[in-house]
């Protein structure tokens, strides 16, 4: 039976069409110009109310006319993180299988909270953990995982698990260890879960950004003479500031013989994994209890898809597990796997079919290639700087991430004009609209950082943006010297 026009949010089958054409033709350019496009937006708010607040609209306007009000003022609004040269923060350079992936997902509005409802959405999230197990080899017939929103509910997932099953219900003497360099999310999840600020415990890192082994040592033993309860390290595998991966090996052997949880935070670098290099960097992930990783960051997909993976699956059931009666008819066999028991999440979107579409379309081996090139591609870059009297390496090219500052050898400057000298190129680097290039923080000095996981990202991209810093550090000390 045709749809009934007369009905409230319909539009014809000719309608639709040409509104799905359309909307594919933006898409197939985007991808197709990348390049080309406006890579930031420096809207303010005031500037953004005026353009875009509106009091609620009560009647109908024609649909053509709304998504082109859309792509003129909201798209051209929006930063680019698949840009080639958005080095900033963690880019997200998707592809446009997972795209249309994603299309047909919200089209078909697919419940993936259980199997019940979508077995076959159950099941591909179940093919897809399974391979993400192999890549890092995790148990594959014990263990299992989840996807989620990201990697900050992965953590959040992982360390509402790690809690239950080493401390039950009395966590007040607990106490958790990670570095300070592990990411935000973390503090996040554990601020949200209850834990006191005394119950956290900030390990130091060494002159390689490393947690450090001797302080974290000492650390769990002083917590255990004075009555307290050590229970979990949060290890980083690729932290978001300089790329480095902890000593997981060590960590490992810690955290078995003080019957800790290990969970390694991998959102950023676990899916270096698929290197060679990268597979060096991580030995001892495969001992984690629990290891987020984050599709959405290096395995190129469109957010929102992160994913925990632990090494027993009924450690999220036993978590996790509610037995509603109005879920009492669907509940099924052991096998079959309700993921709404697994996690925090009821209702959750179909985030498998992306990564099982874009992996099966272009075959695990173009992942890799794209992985190993960002990697190759900053450690060129790296010698770039060292063969230059203007630059200087800070921290070196690790998992795609790299840290340097201007700070030529022909001048004798001093730390704070360093440091200002910096802080201008990024601003002006980044209000040129030519590249996204922000700062961070490292050894108390304000340092540069490129995050080159964009596989469109080329060394002649980085030159013209090496050759534009340079322009305006000269243009810079050109006033300092007056």
């Known amino acids: 039976m045709p749809n009934d026009l007369n009905a409230p949010l319909t539009l014809s089958k000719e309608e639709m069409q040409q509104y799905g054409y359309k909307i594919v033709d933006l898409l197939v350019s985007h991808f197709d110009n990348l390049g080309n496009q406006k890579l930031n937006s420096f809207s303010d708010r005031k500037q953004m109310d005026a353009l875009l607040h509106e009091p609620i609209p009560n009647d109908a306007s024609p649909p053509n006319d709304v998504l082109n009000h859309v792509i003129e003022n909201v798209l051209s609004n929006v930063d680019l993180p698949t840009h080639p040269k958005f080095y900033s923060f963690v880019p997200s350079p998707s592809n446009y299988i997972s795209v249309m992936a994603d299309t047909i997902a919200s089209g078909f509005n697919v419940f993936s909270g259980g199997w019940s409802a979508s077995p076959a959405a159950a099941e591909l999230e179940i093919v897809t953990i399974h391979w993400l197990l192999e890549m890092f080899d995790f148990p594959i017939k014990e263990g299992g995982g989840i996807l989620t929103s990201g990697g900050s509910m992965a953590n959040l997932t992982a360390l509402t ?9 009395d966590y007040s003497k607990a106490i958790i260890y990670l570095s300070d360099q592990a990411h935000s999310s973390n503090i996040k999840a554990i601020r949200i879960l209850g834990f006191k600020k005394r119950q956290v415990r900030i390990i130091p890192t060494d002159m390689e950004f490393k947690m450090s082994l001797n302080k974290l040592k ?75 990783v984050d599709p959405h960051k290096w395995f190129f997909q469109p957010y929102e898809i992160g994913c925990l993976l632990v090494k027993d699956h009924k450690w999220l059931s036993k978590t996790f597990s509610e037995k509603p009666v109005y879920l009492r008819d669907i509940e099924g066999n052991e096998s079959e796997i309700n993921f709404y028991d697994h996690g925090i999440q009821l209702t ?135």
């Open 161 to 169: 698990t790690a809690r239950r099953l080493k401390c039950g219900g």
């Open 218 to 292: 000492n650390a769990i033993a002083k917590d255990k003479l004075e009555g307290y309860q050590p229970f979990c390290i949060i290890a980083s595998a690729g932290t978001t500031n300089t790329g480095t991966v902890d000593p997981l090996e060590e960590i490992a052997t810690i955290c078995k013989k003080e019957n800790l949880w290990m969970h390694v935070d991998g959102a950023y670098g676990g899916a270096a994994i698929l290197s060679e290099k990268g597979s060096q960097y991580l030995k001892g992930i495969e001992k984690a209890d629990s290891l987020t």
């Open 348 to 482: 959750r979107r179909f985030r498998a079919l992306k990564f099982y579409m874009s992996i099966k379309t272009f075959g695990l081996n173009a992942f890799k290639e794209a992985i190993q090139y960002s990697i190759s591609l900053t450690e060129n870059l790296e010698n770039v700087f060292r063969e230059s009297p203007k630059w200087e390496v800070i921290s070196p090219a690790t998992l795609a991430v790299i840290n340097f500052r201007y700070n030529p050898i022909s001048y004798n400057l001093s730390e704070e004009t360093i440091d200002k000298l910096n802080q201008y190129i990024s601003k002006q680097i980044t209000n040129s609209s030519n590249a996204v290039l922000v700062t961070t923080i490292l050894l108390d000095q304000v340092v540069l950082r490129m995050c080159l996981i964009n596989p469109r990202t080329t060394m002649n991209d980085l030159q013209e943006t090496i050759n534009l810093c340079e322009n305006y550090a000269d243009e810079y000390l050109k006033d300092y010297i007056k």
